[in-house]
């Protein structure tokens, strides 16, 4: 009997589908010498052929399932395919130096890559980056290795696999994958924050779900609790679909509240907010009655694709998200590049510590185009709704003072040209940086609000990687570290008259939510999926009893006593559909 797999349930739901090994190969290729020309140049023909439909294909799926700009990438990929001045020199390759395809193929490619990257045109360096993943594609074709693309998956499946980047968990296509599983990741991984948002059942940090599971195997994948079962009986299949029917059924009961206010049970109120990554959330949003945005993530806009985005497309993504939400709050936060978001095109060099380099607004702040084209479209799409702008990763008052100079300017810039821009736009900051929650009191003299980003605010004061599995048991939410933190920015910010929200994962965790109202945080930004529950929970505590004993939760030692007395007085019934 195979033994169950835990890992950590990232993204709630049952899922019961058969196995799609997802492998990220790696390809080596070596010299060889070939004695018959014209058989290798017809095999690298062949190659190139089987290439270019495999591309007419997925260009025509991506164009039906995600749209124009994501279909010109494939279609770009076609050009560099039937470029002359690509293709004739591999062949000459071939026959004057009587090499294998694959070889010539490779020196010839990674020269016009290197030459592409050092060109300090944008353009021209975002063509190494097609040439490097169409030669891929090719070489992998010689080498007789398949390349999976998620998108094209085309069966009911559940994929394993080692990680899954956020670009790789856009491109799921939601029809036919029923969950994933990965060896590595935690639950704010942002792949992890994703399938949430798509309403994909995950489990990850399995660490060995590719060793133990073989493609094609059945599956049940239970994203409540973090488990996979591996070739399930009848029976346990039937014992998951009965947990299923009461997960779905939990759901339509929640529904009741989708219009409702929230109110805890002693009249306080508080807003419960959504995250979303794309303007296509917005329907979630909406569908989960959330009162407004709390964290749009900028950055999935600049992903999955291979060059930058224009302002007029930014602006377009800003304008749809803001008429979305007719008039409710929707608070944008710019560009948070870097960690496990990353944008290859930008070509920037890999550091020993991502986490901690040079990211965020520290990017923004250096690479300036960037953040002034996305300001000048956030500011043009303001006069649309409610607005609220944010910066990520604020470690110091210099860094939110000269982003705001920068927004200000880019205003006024604006004006001048006589383009109109609302002037009630709230510009606040992210606090996931321990520094700036320290500071919070001389910060909030400065913003007009603080969202306490808890996913990098844990990681950063443990000094835990949230994406590393192996130390997943020191990321701790309710560690009395991270609760006094919380309440140092609250305190700070309400001394000022400023707001607080938090949208970092443990705004929706059911064992955080009755601490975060006892401490008065104003809003709560979640997953779409998760503010039914929440607003559920908080109509059953009661601000004034939580109050009451919050000080003593601060003056508990660890989180697991911080857990289990929520647990035992404040958490009346498990939730099915919530983060736990
Ligand atoms: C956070 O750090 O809590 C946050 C919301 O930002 P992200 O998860 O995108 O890093
Ligand atoms: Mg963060």
Redesign the pocket.
Known sequence: MTKDILGIAASSGIAIAKAFRLENSELTVEKTAVTNIDQEVARFNQALETSKSELEEIKEHAHKELGEDKAAIFAAHLLVLSDPELINPIKGKIQNEQVNAEFALNEVAAMFIDMFETMKNEYMKERAADIRDVTKRVIAHLLGVQIPNPSMISEEVIIIAEDLTPSDTAQLNRQYVKGFITDIGGR?S?SA?MARSMEIPAVVGTKTVTEQVTHGTLLILDGLDGKIIVDPSAETISDYERKKAAYEAQKAEYAKLVNEPTFSQDGHHVELAANIGTPADVKSVIENGAEGIG?Y?TEFLYMGRDKLPTEEEQFEAYKAVLEGMNGKPVVVRTL?IG?DKELPYLNLPKEMNPFLGHRAIRLCLDVQHLFRTQLRALLRASVYGNLKVMF?MIATLEEFRGAKAILLEEKQNLEAEGIEVSDSIEVGM?V?IPSSAIMADLFAKEVDFFSI?????IQYTLAADRMNERVSYLYQPYHPAILRLVQMVIKAAHKEGKWVGM??EMAGDEVAIPLLLGLGLDEFSMSATSVLAARSQISTLSKADIEAVIDTVLTMTTAEEVETFIRNTLIKSQSLTMMK
Do not use: K, Y
């Open positions: 704010t942002h924050i964290l993530r948070d960690g990520p992210m996931e980003g808890t996913n990098d605010l949208c970092g």
